[in-house]
């Protein structure tokens, strides 16, 4: 596709729901990361895959929070359970590899645990 | 372990001016910096990439340099303009840290008409 695609643009669940947040990234692109940003903060790491594997697991907050690939395309954030303190816009982001190439953000899907 | 610090956090100029925006990071074994900018409420936005062995990297009115040996990044916006009122952030990304991107803090950049 042309850029990173993410969906849904915006969620808002109950405390205890589970939720999946989808990203497209850019064809061709074997890696693929997910950042989280909470209000007013910075960006936190949160798992990155180098095709549809995830070497580096360790930015996930706790074990609510999952995340697969498959066929070296979509890839799946769930969190499970939600609570409050997960309301943060989640972030999906792709490159050729994991090399040094550009990074290329999505627009962000927007979770809000009410 | 790599962090990213940019300063100031906020600068507020007056249209036309020139600026720079400061980024350092603390280890020098990265594959590139890069910088982007997010307007409120939108994703991230990719302006430059600085491969480690560049110096620096231009698109119109943006200038990056890269001082590897220094630990520093600046982003020069030249003749600023309102629509350039957003929060630009850098990221270094380490070589040992496979593909995680370390970002600064950013700084959030008001350009007044």
């Known amino acids: 596709g042309a850029g990173v695609s993410q969906s849904p643009s915006n969620k808002v669940t109950e405390k205890g729901k589970d939720v999946e947040l989808r990203c497209d990234p850019i064809s061709g692109h074997t890696a693929l990361y997910w950042y989280r940003q909470r209000l007013g903060q910075g960006l936190e790491f949160l798992i990155y895959?180098?095709?549809?594997?995830?070497?580096?697991k360790s930015g996930l907050p706790s074990d609510r929070f999952s995340a697969e690939r498959t066929g070296e395309s979509v890839s799946t954030l769930t969190i499970q359970r939600t609570q409050q303190e997960d309301s943060a816009v989640y972030l999906c982001?792709?490159?050729?590899?994991?090399?040094?190439?550009?990074?290329?953000f999505g627009e962000g899907s927007w979770l809000t645990v009410v | 372990k790599q962090e990213v610090t940019q300063i100031p956090a906020a600068l507020s100029v007056p249209e036309g001016e020139n600026l720079v925006l400061n980024c350092s990071f603390t280890?020098?074994?990265?594959?590139?910096l890069q910088w982007f900018r997010q307007d409120p409420g939108k994703g991230l936005t990719s302006l430059l990439l600085?491969?480690?062995?560049?110096r620096e990297q231009t698109s119109g009115r943006l200038n990056a340099s890269l001082d590897k040996s220094s630990g520093r990044s600046t982003l020069y916006i030249a003749a600023s303009q309102p629509g350039d009122s957003a929060t630009y952030l850098c990221a270094a990304h380490p070589y040992n840290q496979g593909g995680k991107l370390i970002f600064g803090q950013g700084t959030e950049l008001s350009v007044k008409p």
């Open positions: 600085i491969q480690s062995s560049q």
């Open positions: 895959f180098q095709g549809n594997s995830a070497p580096d």
């Open positions: 280890d020098s074994a990265i594959y590139n």
């Open positions: 982001a792709s490159s050729l590899d994991i090399t040094g190439n550009t990074i290329y």
